[in-house]
């Protein structure tokens, strides 16, 4: 299995980016798909988790209301819509899937994990 995000980069505060993750090898939608984050010095967090079909999502308070999971099936990906950014959004961001049915914030229950992509908000 393989991950493959994309759309990172360097932004200003209160503004936008999508990332998206692609996932190969295995039936896309017998995942559940998350996304972390990790800013310099600090350890990885939890950001948004969404099952496999979509019907359930779970933010993290710092980002509810502000960013956006999705995922299509038939793509084989999964989005992040990041809205009104804020310098403390800088991180790189992971996404990761999990076999398991259901969501988790829980980063020990993600079974494959992508590359990581730079998000940089300046103020």
């Known amino acids: 299995v393989q991950l493959q995000a994309s759309g990172g980069g360097l932004v200003q505060a209160g503004g936008s980016l999508k990332f998206s993750c692609a996932v190969s090898g295995r039936t896309f939608s017998s995942y559940g798909m998350g996304w972390f984050r990790q800013a310099p010095g600090k350890e990885r967090e939890f950001v948004l988790a969404?099952?496999?079909?979509?019907?359930?999502?779970v933010y993290a308070h710092s980002v509810k209301g502000r960013f956006t999971i999705s995922r299509d099936n038939a793509k084989n990906t999964v989005y992040l819509q990041m809205n009104s950014l804020k310098p403390e959004d800088t991180a790189i961001y992971y996404c990761?899937?999990?076999?398991?049915?259901?969501?988790?914030?829980?980063?020990?229950?993600?079974?494959?994990w992508g590359q990581g992509t730079q998000v940089t908000v300046s103020s």
């Open positions: 990761a899937a999990k076999v398991n049915v259901g969501t988790s914030r829980s980063e020990g229950e993600y079974d494959h």
């Open positions: 969404i099952s496999r079909y979509g019907l359930r999502t």
